[in-house]
């Protein structure tokens, strides 16, 4: 997604210079092909810069690129806006924030929704946190990444909101496989799921973009579940203190964690829509 998201910024007449932690991505190229140009290393991508957005998997990543010992706190210059659009909640992005502002650094979380074909497509949702101010400097940028653009309010804010999105995402995907399940319990084409569903109450972008993959088998990921355990890690551990509990996030947790063992762990690498293969394993 960083690759799609680096490049439709370049096609935007920006001068972006891009890095990657491992050289050989797909996304490297998608970059490089766009207009951006590659650089070797953290400091020559953001030393004489203002703008500085980060795209990574887990906390510890974010960390590290923008913390650790090569990262971009060592090397950014004084009062750079920094970025990030990963996922990692609200509860490290305020953290990570404090930490980047000691350093007289500005800093937002804007997490992203809408897979890689948002990303592809330049229609990506983001939901920022941060100050107003920071918000109207950067909007542009997030424009020529995404059509739906949110300031939600303080740092951890983006991150909250994309909390109650994957909390979203994952019980429609349940829903969406309970479906298929019932249509071929009642030799009914699946098909039918996704194409008279789809028009109703019951449409959503899921079902428009991946039921057709979930008939055809076609598990490839466009976000892979390894993630969105770790999506659903993160929102269970805000809800900790709360007196409520989340059984549908369990289930869904508990469905994704049986497919991510699959295939000798492997399971790990499919989209989302792999999830009708915990069906499948329940029903043998």
């Known amino acids: 997604m960083g690759g799609s998201m680096a490049a439709n910024l370049a096609h935007h007449g920006y001068?972006?210079?891009?890095?990657?932690?491992?050289?050989?991505?797909?996304?490297?190229?998608?970059?490089?092909?766009a207009g951006a140009t590659i650089v070797d290393s953290i400091q020559t991508a953001v030393e004489d810069v203002e703008?500085?957005?980060?795209?990574?998997?887990?906390?510890?990543?974010?960390?590290?690129?923008l913390l650790g010992e090569a990262g971009v706190v060592n090397y950014a210059q004084t009062?750079?806006?920094?970025?990030?659009?990963?996922?990692?909640?609200?509860?490290?992005?305020?953290e990570i924030g404090q930490q980047l502002q000691q350093q007289n650094l500005r800093f937002m979380d804007a997490p992203v929704s809408g897979g890689d074909i948002g990303a592809q497509n330049g229609t990506l949702t983001i939901m920022v946190g941060g100050k107003d101010a920071d918000f109207k400097v950067c909007l542009p940028l997030f424009e020529?990444?995404?059509?739906?653009?949110?300031?939600?309010?303080?740092?951890?804010?983006?991150?909250?909101?994309?909390?109650?999105?994957?909390?979203?995402?994952?019980?429609?995907m349940i829903g969406i496989c309970e479906a298929m399940q019932l249509a071929k319990h009642q030799g009914i084409?699946?098909?039918?799921?996704?194409?008279?569903?789809?028009?109703?109450?019951?449409?959503?972008?899921?079902?428009?973009?991946?039921?057709?993959?979930?008939?055809?088998?076609?598990y490839a990921p466009g976000f892979a579940i390894e993630h969105m355990v770790k999506d659903l890690r993160l929102a269970q551990s805000i809800n900790e203190t709360s007196e409520h509990?989340?059984?549908g996030t369990e289930l869904a947790d508990r469905l994704f964690k049986t497919v991510r063992a699959m295939d000798n762990g492997q399971g790990k690498e499919q989209g989302t829509?792999?999830?009708?293969?915990?069906?499948?394993?329940d029903k043998s």
């Open 245 to 247: 509990n989340l059984p």
């Open 15 to 33: 001068e972006v210079k891009a890095w990657n932690r491992t050289r050989d991505r797909p996304g490297v190229k998608i970059a490089a092909d």
């Open 144 to 172: 020529a990444m995404g059509k739906n653009i949110t300031l939600c309010g303080d740092v951890g804010s983006g991150q909250g909101v994309k909390m109650c999105n994957q909390v979203l995402a994952s019980l429609t």
């Open 79 to 94: 009062n750079a806006l920094i970025v990030d659009l990963s996922t990692i909640g609200s509860v490290a992005a305020k």
């Open 189 to 218: 084409d699946p098909n039918l799921v996704v194409e008279v569903c789809g028009t109703g109450a019951a449409g959503s972008w899921a079902l428009s973009n991946l039921g057709s993959k979930i008939v055809n088998e076609d």
């Open 273 to 281: 829509q792999a999830m009708i293969r915990a069906y499948q394993l």
């Open 51 to 65: 703008i500085i957005f980060s795209c990574v998997g887990d906390v510890s990543d974010v960390e590290e690129v």
